[in-house]
Every structure is written in C-alpha cells, then in structure tokens.
C-alpha cells in the first residue's frame, strides 16, 4: 500500500502514528510529495504517481490495490479496521462515540491549525481577523479537550492520537499562542505521550518545496 | 437528540437526509442556529445552548444523552451505525472501503465549496488565487466522480448521500461553474435523485444572519 506523505502535515501525522503504534510499519510505502509555499493560494502540479492517484490532490492519500482513500478520516477508519483488528478505536457502541466525541474536537483543532497556516503563506490578501478566528478556535478547543484528558484510557488510541497530533503541532507551528496556560493538564499528558516512539519517530518539519 | 443546524450547509445537509433516508426524524430535534456573514473572519458569538454544546462552535452538531458530536463524519457514523442498522454504509470490509473512497471524494468537493463561499464573504482581503484554486479542485473532484456513479447500487446510501449533497450545492452557489459539462453521467444521475423525498425537503436556502 502505497501513503503519500509530507512532515509537516498533521493529517498525515495522525495516519503514521497510528501505523506506528500497531506495528504496521512493513505493509505501507511512504511516498514523500513536495510542497512550494503557494500551494496556499495555488493549484501546484504534481508528477508522478501522485496526481493519478487522487484528484484531491491532497495529502494523506492511501492507495491500496483495491481502493484509494483520500482523507485522514477514512484512512484512518480503514487501518483501524482492516489492518488493526479495532485497537486503536472500538468498533461499535459507547467507547466508539465517546473516542469519536474526543476525535471531533481534536480535528477541529488541526484544521484550524492548518486554515490558519495556509493564511499565514499568503504573500497578499491575509486576513488578520481569519487569522485570529481560527486561534480562538484552536484555544477553545484545546480548552475543551483539557477536561477530558482524566477520560483517556491507557491504550494510546485513535483519541488520543489524534490529541498528540494536535498538541504537537501547535507547539511547532504557534508556540506564541502559549497553549499550554489554558489546558495544563492536557499539556502534562501532552509531555509524557510525546515521548513515545511512534511521535518522536514523525515530530515535524518543513516540508521540501521542490 | 439535539441537531444544530442551517439550511445553507452542505455537511448538515448531509446529516439531515441520512436521518431522513433512515426514517428517524421524530428522534431528533432540529435546533436552527444564525450566522452573520462576518462568520467567514470573526467568530461569531453564540447564546443559548450551541455555545456550551459545542466547542468548536460549527455546524453539524449533535448532542445525544451521552455523547456530543461535533463534524458531520462523526455524527453519520454515529447514526448509521447506532441508529440506521448500518444501511447507509456497511459495518466493514470492501463495500465499507468502496463506500469511503466514494465519500471521501464528495467531501472534498464539498469543503472547498465551503471555504470559497467564506472567502466570497471577505469584504476585504479576498483571495482571487484561492477561489480559484478551490473552485478547480471541486471541478476535479466532481471530475473524479463521474465515472464512479456507474458503480453505485441501487440504494440511496452515504456515497449517494455525500454525492447529491455536493452537486445541489455546487447547482445553488457556483452555477457559473458549469459543472455539468465536466460531469454528464454525474449531473443525469443528481437529476434523478434530487427528486427524492429527503432532498427536496432540504433544498438549500440561505442561513438566517440575525
């Protein structure tokens, strides 16, 4: 099976940790792609394999021989599922809900995290208040995910992750917004689970442009 | 249940007419929510209810007894699952995967409709590249689709659902768009569909500001 990868995306991030942690390291190739800054503002071509496989033409992609997923959702619901026997997230019923209740959120994080980025490359027409629209949201959520850290369970699942994912970028990309004041507990969490092979494996960086 | 909603919204349109395919509306109650079009930029401040529901302060929200959901992902699989028998989308294996690969096309579509109707929003700072950028992502997109609608079964499911969400909206905001062209076997198949019952009932209509 064939991932299309940057290390910059949390999105991606999300998957690679969860292959990680069921030791699926063997059945995926990771196909790096490249990145230049105006892909803020700019539909970028891509060769290769990459433009064939998904008409999103966003990253994550997983490609197996039998379908092609394109977002980190269902990839993620395919390698829990398909390949990870439902370790990192229950397949039915209450556990699942309330995983999905702590997912929702943490998604919502990074795709404010990810909006603001996008803006944050604009060489012309940046909005300062989208900018701060999506910081509240980041905070809030944050905030909101702070409460629910006592909930977690000692499996590092899909909740989890997706949480650690979440946190990890906020500490690379917007250190400025001191995350951390607003949610100690979930930052205490935060500093012990980091330290897992898995994350420390795909902490991020830049992304090449070309 | 307690369902946040807008008529406007693709990913609440796309919960709505699950409940509806499922005949399930008596177990919700539809909460309607309002947005000033400073959404786009400003977070909007929020009374009542929705505020404390939800963090992240978007639509579709669901608050069940137990759980609270907070993206359209989570709140289909939620009730596909734990109300619908999984009728929309099969539990597992490949017609799960088939289904996602379909849906996690039509859900592109939909988010960069999305974020170029809040960019039409600016009233300053608006993106002329990125408009266009959305704008041909959709149109690859939905691209994409066409020759995927000669492999959909016969019931209306989640994929279907995702699907004729994505074409009403692109027919209602980008008419100008002239996504049919790119997409014929797609656009006879929306205009078959978009007949039934759960759709007509929740043709788009513009979201109340005040």
């Not at 940057?6 to 991030?13: E, F, G, H, Q």
């Not at 998957?15 to 503002?41: C, K, M, N, Y």
């Not at 803006?119 to 999506?134: G, N, P, Q, V």
């Amino acid at each position: 099976m064939r991932l299309y990868t940057t290390p910059a995306s949390p999105w991606v991030r999300r998957v690679v940790v969860s292959i990680l942690e069921l030791g699926l390291r063997d059945r995926f190739e990771f196909v790096p792609t490249r990145w230049p800054h105006d892909w803020a503002t700019r539909t970028v071509a891509h060769g290769g394999s990459f433009a064939a496989d998904t008409p999103v033409q966003r990253i994550p992609a997983l490609v197996t021989p039998d379908v092609t997923l394109v977002e980190s959702h269902a990839i993620c619901d395919f390698i829990n599922a398909e390949l990870g026997g439902y370790r990192l997230l229950a397949r039915e019923g209450a556990a699942r809900w309330r995983g999905l209740a702590d997912i929702s959120i943490a998604n919502a994080v990074i795709e404010a995290q990810i909006l603001r980025r996008a803006e944050l490359l604009r060489t012309a027409d940046r909005s300062a208040d989208f900018i701060a629209k999506m910081r509240e949201r980041q905070l809030r959520c944050l905030a909101a995910l702070e409460p629910r850290v006592g909930g977690f369970g000692p499996a590092f699942d899909l909740a989890q992750i997706t949480t650690a994912v979440a946190c990890g970028y906020q500490d690379w990309r917007y250190p400025e917004d001191d995350w951390r004041t607003g949610a100690p507990a979930l930052a205490a969490w935060y500093d012990r689970v980091a330290g897992r092979p898995s994350m420390t494996a795909t902490r991020p960086a830049e992304t090449p442009q070309s």
